[in-house]
């Protein structure tokens, strides 16, 4: 089983450059997250999504867009990157028992915007 | 303010010391209080998790809510090298609501 498996790990982008952070989940979970974390500001909630076809905002969803066509995939795109997007991403599951039974989370993605 | 404050450290004790990790928050709303440990370099993952106030045990690891005082602590007795991470404090309103994380505090704990 290999739970949140997120791509690349590590990425460099021009500012200005778009791309796409990708995340997939073999736990048959409805619910899947993006949280970006930085130095000193703990995780930062970015979008989420209940279902699929599902997807709302969480607390700093600025530049970032999200959409979630299958369970198992949660894309999130950069539109146009910007240095103070540098950070280190995580995609988050968690099953529909809500919270208190934990969040698995991927290895995450080193993002550097130059 | 930050909804939810917590010490960055870094914290580095012995090997077999008592440690305490700690937390406060503004919302008093919050009603579920979980701890994270992160290893380097990946994902957090679920350590404690607390409703209400209270104590919970689990072998080495207590974890205490006091609601009226906004304060949530993590303690870990007889702390081993294998310990070292960074904990994040986590809570919410409600079991289905997203949590709010605070910034994570680095041990390490020298043999």
């Known amino acids: 089983n290999a739970g949140v498996t997120q791509t690349p790990k590590f990425q460099v982008l021009k500012t200005g450059q778009s791309m796409t952070l990708q995340c997939a989940q073999d736990?048959?979970?409805?619910?899947m997250s993006w949280y970006r974390q930085d130095p000193g500001m703990g995780l930062r909630l970015i979008h989420y999504?209940?279902?699929?076809?599902?997807?709302d905002q969480g607390e700093v969803p600025n530049g970032y867009n999200v959409s979630r066509s299958t369970t198992e995939d949660f894309p999130l795109r950069l539109l146009s990157a910007a240095p103070s997007q540098t950070s280190v991403y995580f995609c988050a599951t968690r099953s529909g028992q809500g919270i208190s039974y934990g969040y698995t989370f991927g290895s995450g993605t080193r993002l550097t915007v130059v | 303010q930050k909804e939810v404050e917590q010490d960055p450290g870094p914290l580095s004790v012995p090997e077999g010391a008592i440690v305490s990790l700690n937390c406060t928050y503004s919302n008093s709303a919050f009603q579920y209080f979980m701890w994270y440990r992160q290893y380097s370099r990946k994902g957090p993952e679920l350590l404690m998790y607390t409703y209400s106030s209270g104590n919970k045990e689990d072998g080495r690891f207590t974890a205490q809510v006091d609601k009226s005082s906004k304060y949530i602590s993590l303690f870990i007795r007889d702390s081993q090298p294998s310990d070292s991470a960074t904990y994040l404090c986590a809570m919410s309103v409600n079991n289905n609501n997203d949590m709010r994380f605070g910034a994570g505090t680095r041990l390490t704990v020298k043999p």
């Open positions: 736990m048959n979970h409805e619910y």
């Open positions: 999504s209940v279902g699929a076809g599902i997807t």
